[in-house]
Nanobody, 124 residues
Framework: QLQLVESGGGLVQPGRSLRLSCAAS???????IGWFRQAPGKEREGLSC????????RYAESVKGRFTISRDNAKNMVYLQMNSLKPEDTSVYYC??????????????????WGQGTQVTVSS
């Protein structure tokens, strides 16, 4: 069964940083990968994506300049470095395998492979 597993979430003070990880279980992470988040009562938001080779990245305006996506294919991992965190970044964060790293896929992802999510809470 293809599955993605996120980790690295937690409680952090505003202005601090976290790094989220996305690992593949049962398959090689030879896909474009996206990071998304969804808070209670809010729509899912596409944050960033990276192509399978790492040469293409995309960011939502809301996180551009603060979040950085990267991957280590040798370790079968994708990361989301989140800096200067704000209370409004509080959410459950998910990674997903995408057909293509693009703005369209961030807006309306087509994916059957998602992780279970990791909670990020930004609060003093």
């Amino acid at each position: 069964q293809l599955q993605l597993v996120e980790s690295g979430g937690g409680l952090v003070q505003p202005g601090r940083s976290l790094r989220l990880s996305c690992a593949a279980s049962g398959f090689t992470l030879d896909y474009d990968i996206g990071w998304f988040r969804q808070a209670p009562g809010k729509e899912r938001e596409g944050l960033s994506c990276i192509s399978r080779g790492g040469s293409v990245t995309r960011y939502a305006e809301s996180v551009k300049g603060r979040f950085t996506i990267s991957r280590d294919n040798a370790k079968n991992m994708v990361y989301l470095q989140m800096n200067s965190l704000k209370p409004e970044d509080t959410s459950v964060y998910y990674c997903a395998a995408l057909l293509q790293c693009s703005s369209a896929q961030l807006s309306d992802p087509v994916s059957e492979v998602w992780g279970q999510g990791t909670q990020v809470t930004v609060s003093s």
